[in-house]
């Protein structure tokens, strides 16, 4: 039941964010020749050759079906009066192109469907990715998210509030609201900062401190990651149940967003409790956030959460993959697979909701004045309220009025 409502999760983030890109890396090489010119192998009796890893070597992606469907059947095996012919069986490279494709019969007494992959190749696209693409993107992406702020903030500056301050304030968060939010953004903060160390420490504190340091301190940011985790999971469901339903989008949305809410040009478009812009803060943190915890929690329990194949399965059911001109998604991975899988999309969508959280810190400090005060003391003045948030302004001061009214009428007359 537990796997069914992860699996169902992990769908629901698939259809709404990122296209699985390592999904269609893991099978790039498997599939059709995407480059290189057709190798003969005619010297070699079919067998791969100097040209196969001089391409391999450049990179290129190669059609190894002459090596993944040769295996498990003698009558396709060279003759024994060829070169590099068999004995008429199954050959010792037989075997091995059997294990490495994952169609030998191997038989374990303990570990598994895990201990039955003995060759699994593709392991060294998910290092090559993680040592790769995913350091080098990610970097870009909070780096550049700085950058575009720094910038913005030189040609926009501090949003003010008009006018002077009313000195009258109003209740914008309670403290359990608060509480939810600060475990929550406490916690990221932790799980962002100890996860990119886990993926970049050895190469930029190994190098300075060296590798026992580096050790000793990823050794405690692992175990931070892994404890802080839950205190992100309880935030973010107090987080839903306290805010969606000041988050479901509306007509005023649109007046809003037309009007750029305000961030660029001087208008403030009226809003109710939350703006549009904060709607999609409000929905990136949820969808990410709960896509994240999913496929962590699929990596705190190695193996027994697998939720790739299954979730590809029920895309290619949906042509979805096709639609986008991926082709259909694999749908048999091995165990180890699912996990590369896991790390490369826990990782993405981090540095995505990362990227996100370093925009909203801003808004939420420096960007605005005023602003802060709602989640630190919970109280704002009332011009920063009428400014930002007008309409919820006036339902929290109609409340206010239609309460006293009823508590002078239901007080007894002396
Ligand atoms: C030091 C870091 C942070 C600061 C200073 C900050 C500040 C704020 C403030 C002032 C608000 C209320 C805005 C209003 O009155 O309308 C808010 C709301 C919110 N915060 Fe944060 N926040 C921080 C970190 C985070 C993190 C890490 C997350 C999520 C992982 C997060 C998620 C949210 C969400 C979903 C809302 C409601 C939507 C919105 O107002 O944008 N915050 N935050």
Redesign the pocket.
Known sequence: MLRLAFVFFVQLMLCFSLVPGLAIAQQAVAQDAAAGAQIDRSSTGGAQNLNDILARQRGQALDDRFRSENTGNPDAAAAMTQQLGTLGGASDPELWRQLRYGTAEVKVSAGGDVAKVLVQDGGMRWQAFRDGPLRQYGAWLLLGTLAALGVFFLLRGRIRIDGEKTGRTVT??KAVERFG?WL??GS??VLGVTGILSLVGRVIIAPYLGRAPNAALLDVGKWLHNVVAWGFMVGLAM?IVM?VAHNIPNRTDLVWLRQFGGIIGSAHPPAKK?NA??KL??WS?VLF?ISISVSGVSLLFPYELPLFAKTFAALNGLGLPELFGFGALPVELAPQEEMQLAQAWHAVLGFV?MAI?IA??YI??VGMEG??D??GSGE?DEAWARQ??SIWLEEVQQKQADASVAGKASTPAE
């Open positions: 914008r968060f939010h929550m953004a990221f903060i987080i805010w939350f812009g904060q803060i409000f943190v956030g909701l959280i909203h810190i939420g400090s602003a802060y709602a989640m704002v930002h948030h």
